[in-house]
């Protein structure tokens, strides 16, 4: 049975255009803002890429396993990850050695080399939401989902930084930064901290089983207004908590 949804495919495809759009301007000295990341504590056009890509990632898992009718390998989900992953770092390490060699002809080392990165971060999640499917359903999906929000809002809230204290947000100041200063081995892309760095990976996740949730949606015979209010309803109460969140 084929469960290819026209929808997913023309919302992947709008995701594939603006990623390029943003990534290929023509120059980036005259670059309309939206087509440019927010500095730090604000939101563009460009910022909901990656995450409409994480999404994606989530749906695909429930519409591949649906169409399959059974529960995936654990050994193909788990040599796929590893792929990516790896393939994220080649790519990356490959990028910062040609960028280094014409800057001063010679060759970075190890410490120059940036571990985190999209595509590793795309295999985490997609290891953790595609094992997550088999062994959990959908109200429990949910939870986890829900729970990973709250604990990392507490944890960026309320845990202190040490010599700077709880509650910072700045960049390299936070949480998250510090973690990623102790556990990550070389490079980090922004020097104190990284966008695809360890403790921000979680809230990742959430997002990939929030895809995984539309998934389902997706996959139900509900008409197709019952599934717009749906939709409607989740949004705004994902508004409302990002409202929240924000302060």
């Not at 990623?19 to 980036?28: A, T």
């Not at 060759?107 to 959990?136: E, F, H, K, N």
């Not at 490079?187 to 990284?194: A, P, R």
């Amino acid at each position: 049975m084929n469960n290819r949804l026209l929808s997913v495919d023309v919302f992947r495809g709008f995701t594939i255009a603006l990623m390029i759009i943003v990534n290929s301007p023509g120059s980036w000295s005259n670059t309309f803002s939206p087509l440019l990341h927010a500095d730090w504590n604000g939101i563009t056009l460009t910022d909901f890429v990656y995450p409409f890509f994480i999404f994606i990632v989530g749906v695909s898992i429930v519409l591949s396993k649906k169409n399959k009718g059974t529960t995936s390998s654990k050994k193909g989900i788990i040599l796929r990850s590893i792929k990516i992953f790896f393939l994220g770092i080649f790519l990356g390490a490959f990028t910062e050695t040609m960028y280094y060699f014409m800057s001063t002809g010679g060759i970075p080392s190890l410490s120059d080399i940036r571990i985190p990165g999209v595509l590793q971060r795309i295999a985490i999640v997609y290891l953790t939401c595609a094992i997550m499917y088999d062994y959990t359903n959908w109200i429990q999906q949910l939870i986890i989902m829900l729970s990973i929000l709250i604990l990392y809002y507490a944890c960026m809230q309320f845990i202190p930084v040490p010599g700077i204290g709880p509650g910072v947000l700045e960049p390299g100041k936070n949480l998250a930064a510090y973690i990623d200063s102790i556990l990550i081995p070389g490079s980090m892309w922004e020097g104190t901290w990284d966008p695809e760095g360890i403790l921000s990976t979680f809230p990742a996740i959430a997002s990939g089983i929030g895809g995984m949730l539309a998934g389902y949606v997706l996959t139900t015979k509900k008409t197709i207004e019952r599934k717009v209010i749906f939709y409607t309803l989740l949004d705004l109460f994902a508004y409302w908590i990002a409202l929240f969140g924000s302060g």
